[in-house]
């Protein structure tokens, strides 16, 4: 199932494009990379694709149902969001737990269900001990750590991150790419996210988007590469 | 000193307030709008003047101004969110000034312009109640069913959009309901104190909780005390009210922040060694999947 595309899109912040002609494809249940230097409107791509953007000229779509027809859920990590809102005065449980009312009516009561989906979440990040620290308290790679927990208690259809794992050491990368890998494989998860860190990412990758300079300044994407075998164009 | 009508007036008015200005407080607080509650409070000023020159009701010709500005604040804050702190002094000087120049055309306003700034508990009138207590059953109906994707917008307005809240929408309402808040909260403490009622509670229930209901309550309770305690003060020793509650609640947040942090240089000498030991122990990076799969 086409999850989002792109078409021929042209978008700037001034009145020159930064990102010209761009045209690509997210299928469901694959794990994309997007990547290319600074600079290059990685970000400024993931927001076209979401919508929080418009372009200039092209064509953006996002599946707005699954294939059953029920409402398709899209999450979000945007890059450094650590940095904001130190001062929110929350802890680590109430705000992962938050993610589950994404779905929904908004005045429903929280379940058992709930509580064990953001548990599972914050296991699977390795916060479950901080679980009752404010989340002001916590380091940048923490802080980061628990949005995507949020993100994961979404159970998202599709799942967006730029740069998830700034701030994160080196084991904790490992650990997050193979939690990436398994949410693709077991839950049928689509996950695009921009990265630098394309060396150690690539084993678990399904595909790389990378953006490329056009003569003239702009960005161009996108040259795909396939990797490891992993690629199954989904229907 | 309750058995005199206006007092009576000012206390139900003072609580009604306090109850509902905190909670905006806030969410204003962490949406980084503290500053709105000022300028809408400058902007209504306006209204008040307006409406006493052309002889409508000045309580209602503020509340509705108020109202519009915060609807033309929205829409200037979506376009320029990286000059919001400018766009807010221009308006607010554009507020005063109008009130300004609008008052000296009419003798009798002026008189009491000093009730307006600074407020007066005799200025509360009948039509400021029903005001004051429709605006606090209409900002308690939407803080309370609201609740959820307020949480997840205060906290990020991108995420929220992104995963389906009607982020626009709400953003609008609340910009409407402050400005009505702020309308309403006018008589009791004036145009230059409205932001005490609204920012001061929440800034050290901010500080102090460490969940969002928690925060919301302690504003409520924070709030409540200093409005009660600034009122009787105020009437005791004959100060001006406005100016009594905002000091009574700038003094309950000094005494607050200046406890929290004897109670952390208390504890961290006592506990941080340990504290430190059992984080050591318990927390770690992302545990890896390889070894027990099985369990997911």
Not at chain 1, 22 to 49: D, Q
Not at chain 1, 99 to 107: P, Q, T
Not at chain 2, 8 to 23: D, E, N, P, T, W
Request: a positive charge; charged letters at 15%; hydrophobic letters at 45%.
């Amino acid at each position: 199932m086409l999850l989002a595309s792109l078409k021929d899109v042209d978008f700037g912040y001034s009145d020159v494009p930064t990102l010209h002609n761009a045209s690509l494809e997210v299928h469901s249940a694959e794990f994309v990379a997007v990547t290319g230097p600074n600079g290059a409107s990685k970000t400024t791509l993931l927001k076209l694709m979401l919508g929080l953007l418009k372009p200039w000229k092209g064509k953006v779509q996002l599946a707005r149902k699954r294939d059953d027809g029920s409402r398709l859920t899209v999450s979000y990590v945007p890059q450094q969001i650590a940095a904001f809102n130190g001062g929110f005065p929350s802890n680590v449980q109430e705000f992962v737990l938050s993610g589950v009312h994404s779905r929904g009516s908004w005045l429903r009561k929280v379940t058992e269900k709930d509580r064990a989906a953001a548990e599972k979440s914050l296991r699977q990040v390795g916060m479950w001990q901080l679980r009752s620290r404010r989340i002001g308290e916590l380091s940048g790679g923490q802080k980061q750590r628990i949005i995507i927990a949020r993100a994961l208690t979404q159970r998202p259809d599709l799942l967006i991150m730029d740069e998830p794992t700034t701030g994160m050491d080196q084991e904790s990368r490992a650990g997050f790419y193979e939690l990436m890998r398994h949410m693709v494989e077991v839950h049928g998860m689509t996950i695009v996210m921009v990265t630098h860190g394309l060396d150690e990412c690539r084993p678990y990758l399904d595909r790389i988007i990378e953006l490329e300079r056009k003569g003239e300044g702009g960005w161009k994407c996108c040259s795909t590469t396939l990797c490891n075998g992993h690629f199954v164009p989904a229907g | 000193m309750l058995q005199y009508d206006f007092m009576q007036r000012a206390f139900c008015a003072g609580g009604l307030i306090a109850i509902i200005a905190s909670v905006l407080g806030v969410y204003l607080m962490l949406r980084r709008q503290a500053l709105m509650a000022d300028m809408l409070s400058h902007v209504s000023l306006a209204g008040v003047a307006a409406g006493a020159y052309l002889n409508w009701n000045p309580t209602l010709s503020g509340f509705l101004t108020a109202v519009v500005g915060a609807v033309a604040v929205e829409y200037v804050r979506r376009s320029y969110k990286t000059y919001s702190e400018i766009s807010v002094a221009i308006i607010m000087v554009g507020g005063l000034s109008t009130a300004v120049v609008l008052m000296s055309l009419n003798k009798s306003i002026s008189k009491s312009f000093t009730s307006y700034l600074f407020g007066s508990v005799v200025a509360v009138d009948q039509t400021q109640l029903v005001l004051m207590a429709a605006v606090t059953v209409i900002g308690g109906l939407f803080f309370f069913l609201l609740r959820r994707p307020l949480y997840q917008m205060t906290f990020d307005e991108e995420t929220a959009r992104v995963s389906g809240l009607p982020v626009g929408l709400i953003s609008m309402m609340f910009s409407v309901l402050t400005g009505m808040i702020v309308a309403a909260a006018m008589p009791v403490v004036g145009v230059l104190l409205v932001s005490s009622l609204i920012v001061l509670p929440a800034s050290l229930a901010i500080r102090i909780a460490s969940r969002f209901s928690a925060a919301l309550l302690l504003a409520v309770g924070i709030g409540l005390t200093g409005v009660f305690a600034g009122l009787t003060a105020s009437y005791e020793l004959s100060l001006p009210p406005g100016g009594t509650i905002a000091l009574v609640l700038l003094a309950l947040l000094l005494i607050g922040v200046g406890l929290k942090k004897a109670i952390r240089f208390v504890r961290s000498k006592s506990s941080h060694v340990a504290a430190a030991d059992t984080e050591m122990h318990t927390y770690g990076p992302i545990p890896r999947l390889s070894g027990d799969s099985h369990n997911h």
